[in-house]
């Protein structure tokens, strides 16, 4: 059997294994076993998406959580790459937040949404703080590690070759360390985007995708539930393939860092 | 320092050790201090913004009438069970397929479209179909850190080499031995990096979900709880033992799995990355 004839059997059962899935759920809430709130049928929660999405109200969900993520991002790359590249260029700075990064990295993000409800009170401001905690350790991690892992014969010969600092840490040291650098930022997204779902259930405010998905198990509308979970998949599936895929692509493999971790 | 002649090598050691622990004392020394002085200032009301002293008092209070000890119990009885579940059914799953492509090819796809989405998500759904309490948090643990599991154990199965196989078979060995003696061996690093990813996600979600189901004990309900009645020192002292539960993680099982899978199977790769 070649390889195509292969291929293409692998995404005949697929499909085939997707349509019986969804066969089988449809049966099962059609068949009336369940309570039919709690197990929506699949032509209605396509009904509700649809009707959300051109209403704008799913719109606003989504936009109001990108937001949060991506403003939470953003504060957890400018804090965590300076400081991971300071750490692993100054001992000093590094015998200073070591230990306080050791201590703080094992505290779950969740664990500080009741602390900054209380603090920050319910909103943006709390779940964009969460956002921040989660996504800084793994961005602060990588960087450190990429840093101190540029080769040092590099570095040195940089340096025979007449390099100053300045162009020793664009030219070196920044695309020697890029591969953790891009790990470190595909984590640090992966964990925002956990973290602004949980924060928005528990510190809810009035808009936002996990808002949404808590805020209708009080009204038993599963069907709501699930088309927020669609475009929650969503959304994390075009940043994780089409945003990071890209970067990665102009990036590391473009400088020749192909050894790249295993997404 | 004309005493450093007579020290001997002994007592050598033992400054060291002392000046790494002044080391990685201090920071924690400096930031208990900046604290301190802003609480005690007043610039926050203390209930919202509590002394040092306070939260070391309600974290003794707590664990000597055994309130501390039973929620920590329970969060941890809570994640070994919801791990425990996660273990046994990605393992299965993973392993079979990475074995089979049939298994392979039907499972793949369901697990790629459930995967990407955050596992919390997930959760007002749980609580909706299994109930409030106790068995929906177990099962979301389990759900959320399946994943990274089945993942892992798939890759292994598949990341054995086929001239291994071939040669097992070439020498006579039955289908079970090859599992037992070439398969599972091989692919042991990666189960074991699945399972170090499924504990840790399942420890990230847990709080939460103790947060939004209804469970009368754990931590996570604990510093929820606590919010209700401005107790910030209680959840302090909530969060103190979480963070010291995942730092036991993280020191006792993570390391440990990672050093014994590096060390013994010699993957080194995964300690020198650097290209």
Redesign the interface.
């Known amino acids: 059997m070649n390889e195509s004839t ?1 291929r293409r ?2 995404m005949i ?6 349509a019986a ?1 969804a066969a089988f759920y449809q049966l099962v809430a059609l068949s009336g076993y369940f309570p039919r709130v ?1 197990l929506p049928t699949i032509p209605t929660v396509l009904t509700t998406l649809y009707d959300m999405l051109s209403d704008g109200s799913m719109l606003h969900h989504a936009a109001a959580t990108l937001y949060r993520v991506l403003l939470g991002f953003a504060l957890a790359i400018s804090v965590g790459l300076p400081l991971g590249i300071l750490m692993a260029r100054f001992k000093p700075v590094e ?3 070591l ?2 990064v ?14 900054f ?3 920050f009170g319910i909103g943006n401001l709390t779940t964009v703080l969460i956002v921040f905690y989660a996504a800084t350790f793994p961005m602060l991690f990588n960087t450190w590690t990429g840093v101190r ?3 040092p014969i590099w570095l040195r010969a940089a340096g025979a070759m007449g390099a100053d600092e300045k162009r020793l840490f664009w030219k070196v040291i920044v695309p ?1 360390a890029s ?2 650098i891009i790990t470190g930022m595909r984590q640090a997204f992966l964990r925002s ?2 973290a602004v ?2 924060a928005e ?2 510190a809810a405010s009035d808009y936002g ?2 808002w949404v ?2 805020d ?2 009080e009204f ?1 509308q ?1 069907d709501i ?2 088309a ?2 669609v475009v ?2 969503f959304i ?2 075009v940043f ?1 393939r089409v945003v990071f895929g890209s970067i990665e692509r102009a990036t590391v493999y473009r400088w020749g ?1 192909v ?1 790249m ?1 295993k997404g | 320092m004309h005493h450093a002649a007579t020290l001997d090598a002994h007592t050598a050691v033992g400054s060291d050790r002392l000046r790494a622990v002044a ?6 020394v ?2 208990g201090t900046i604290w301190e002085v802003v609480a005690r200032a007043g610039v926050f009301p203390r209930q ?2 509590p002394t040092l002293e306070d939260v070391a008092r309600s974290l003794v209070d707590l664990t000597v009438s055994g309130i501390l000890p039973h929620h920590a119990f329970e969060t941890v009885l809570r994640l070994l069970s919801g791990f425990g579940l996660a273990a046994i059914l990605g393992v299965g799953i993973g392993v079979l397929m990475g074995r089979s ?2 298994a ?7 697990v790629s ?1 459930l995967a ?10 749980f ?3 299994f109930g409030p309490g106790e068995l929906s948090a177990v099962l979301l643990v389990a759900f959320v850190s399946m994943f990274s599991i089945i993942f892992n154990s798939w890759t292994g199965v598949k990341a054995v080499k086929e001239i291994w196989l071939r040669s097992a078979l070439a020498m006579g060995a039955d289908d079970r031995r090859v599992f037992r003696h070439v398969i599972l061996p091989g692919a042991l690093p990666y189960i074991l990096t699945g399972l170090r990813l499924g504990l840790a996600q399942a ?6 979900v103790e ?2 189901a209804a469970v009368p004990w754990g ?2 309900w604990l ?2 709880g ?2 209700e009645f ?1 107790n ?1 020192d209680a ?2 002292a ?2 103190v033992v ?2 010291l ?3 036991g ?2 020191k006792f099982v993570f390391q440990k799995i990672e050093h014994y899978t590096v060390v013994r199977w010699g993957m080194m790769e995964a300690m ?4």
């Open positions: 292969q059997r692998t059962r697929g499909l085939l294994s997707l899935a709690l015998n200073f937040f230990p306080l050791s201590a703080l990295m094992p505290i779950p993000s969740f664990a500080l949404v009741p602390l409800m209380l603090w892992s540029v080769n020697g591969p953790f985007w956990i779902v949980g259930m528990i995708l996990g998905i808590f209708s198990k038993l599963t539930m699930m927020a979970l929650i998949g994390g599936y994780e860092m050894r971790a | 080391r990685n004392a201090f920071p924690f400096v930031v919202l913004f492509r049939r392979e090819d039907i499972i793949l796809p369901l479209i990407p989405i955050p596992g919390l998500a997930y959760a007002p759904l609580l909706l179909w420890w990230r979600i847990l709080v939460a947060m939004l931590l996570g510093i929820f606590a919010r401005l910030t959840m302090m909530g969060i979480i963070a539960i995942g730092l993680l993280e020198s990355r650097s290209p």
